[in-house]
Each structure stands twice: as structure tokens, then as C-alpha cells.
Nanobody, 125 residues
Framework: QVQLVESGGGLVQAGGSLRLSCAAS????????MGWFRQAPGKEREFVAA?????????YYRDSVKGRFTISRDNAKNTLFLQMNSLKPEDTAVYYC?????????????????WGQGTQVTVSS
């Protein structure tokens, strides 16, 4: 079993930046894809970004964050990152880190098997 702990969330003004981290422990997910999802109040959880199991592997983003968010991972430190720039109020949500069920990244919740507790990101206008 893998445990995931997200950090780095907070309150930021529109146009600002945050860097989320996800530390993995237990059965570390170096051989699996990892990703980020988010859930805004009253909405379903949605895909944000994912990458294949190796550092520097293929990355995938939802259209609304392309060019603003960057996903990366440090397998030596069992940590996943999400650099978020040019934040918008519509990015406000709880952000969740997840480990995939295979080495290749997917973009749906069914492609991921372990989840963190989430970290709140609030972007003020």
C-alpha cells in the first residue's frame, strides 16, 4: 500500500503561482504513472495532469491548464510536483495526488488506484 501526502496549497491572488508536492511512502510508486486531479465545490473531481512512471516521461494535461501548469516527478525522492503559474479563480479546488494502476498515464479516475487526502488551492480575483 502506498501513502500519499500533498502539500503546498494555499491562498493566492489571480496571476500568482503555487507549487504542489506529493510525497509517497510505503509501497513507493516509482514504476507507476502519477497524476493530479482536482475537485471544486459542487463539482465532480476532474483530471488535471499526469505523467508516465519515469522522470521526464510523457505528460498529459487538461486543456484549461496547458501552458500554465507543469507536472514533474523525482523518483529518487518519491515525490510528485505540480507547478501552477498564472493561476485563475477557476483553478480554485482541492487538489489530489494519485498513483496510476500502470506505468503509462491515463486521464480518468479509473486509471488511478491510490489517492492522497488533498490540499486546498484558493485563487482570489
Amino acid at each position: 500500500q502506498v501513502q500519499l501526502v500533498e502539500s503546498g496549497g494555499g491562498l493566492v491572488q489571480a496571476g500568482g503561482s503555487l507549487r504542489l508536492s506529493c510525497a509517497a511512502s510505503g509501497r513507493t510508486p516509482v514504476t507507476f504513472a502519477m497524476g493530479w486531479f482536482r475537485q471544486a465545490p459542487g463539482k465532480e473531481r476532474e483530471f488535471v495532469a499526469a505523467m508516465n512512471h519515469w522522470s521526464g516521461g510523457s505528460t498529459y494535461y487538461r486543456d484549461s491548464v496547458k501552458g500554465r501548469f507543469t507536472i514533474s516527478r523525482d523518483n529518487a525522492k518519491n515525490t510528485l510536483f505540480l507547478q501552477m503559474n498564472s493561476l485563475k479563480p477557476e483553478d480554485t479546488a482541492v487538489y489530489y495526488c494519485a498513483v496510476g494502476i500502470s506505468p503509462l498515464a491515463g486521464t480518468t479516475e479509473g486509471d488511478f488506484g491510490s489517492w492522497g487526502q488533498g490540499t486546498q488551492v484558493t485563487v482570489s480575483s
